[in-house]
């Protein structure tokens, strides 16, 4: 997993690595594997103190970060639908920077029994280069945020390659907290109205506070 963010003017790459899941679903033991996997890759992060977004005096003490217990079925196929029509439009933040982003297409599924949409936006920024070009943005809020997970939303990262027949697979395990969940400075997108589930989604990082 890989997204940017800004911190006082500074570009800081977060280097998350993102695993190249595609529908079907995995099978439950495998599902489990590569959850731990991307916990243990974003605990790495947390520790390494060239990429950490922890002030420095939580650094010493950091023992990892705060996760639901992981839920295969948060762990869903979701029916993507391509946008090739929307403008480019400035994306809110937790700042009074305003990255240009578009609609890059929305993802119908079912979570918990109902019905849900997701939009997935592409940073035109990331467009501009070859490492990054094919990372798509899903923010999002849930009825957790600030009660479990953090009150400013949480992020999923896809890339393009992932789509696949029209499908995507969308794990929850995956949410993570944008920076401005561990220190100010940071410059975060806000997820938009559309983005904001009327659900509960108790799955990915909580929040430590």
């Not at 998350?16 to 995995?26: D, G, K």
């Not at 079925?73 to 929307?86: H, I, K, N, Q, T």
Request: some cysteine.
């Amino acid at each position: 997993m890989k997204y940017l963010f800004i911190m006082l003017g500074v570009t800081v790459p977060s280097n998350i690595a993102l695993a190249q899941v595609t529908s079907p679903h995995p099978k439950e033991a495998e599902h489990a594997r590569q959850v731990a996997a991307f916990q243990q890759e974003l605990n790495t992060e947390f520790r390494d103190s060239t990429r950490t977004p922890l002030p420095r005096p939580a650094r010493a003490t950091f023992a990892g970060l705060p996760f639901y217990p992981v839920r295969y079925a948060a762990c869903v196929v979701a029916r993507f639908v391509a946008d090739s029509l929307s403008a480019p439009f400035p994306m809110q933040t937790s700042t009074l920077r305003r990255p240009l982003y578009r609609k890059y297409g929305v993802l119908e599924f079912v979570l918990d029994g109902q019905p849900q949409r997701l939009t997935v936006y592409q940073s035109l920024d990331l467009l501009k280069t070859a490492e990054y070009r094919d990372y798509l943005f899903v923010p999002f809020t849930d009825r957790t945020n600030g009660h479990g997970s953090y009150g400013g939303g949480r992020y999923i990262d896809l890339r393009r390659g992932q789509i696949r027949g029209g499908q995507v697979l969308l794990d929850f395990n995956r949410a993570y907290n944008p920076y401005c969940a561990y220190q100010t400075g940071y410059s975060c997108p806000v997820p938009p109205p559309e983005n904001r589930l009327a659900v509960e989604v108790q799955a990915g990082v909580m929040s430590a506070h």
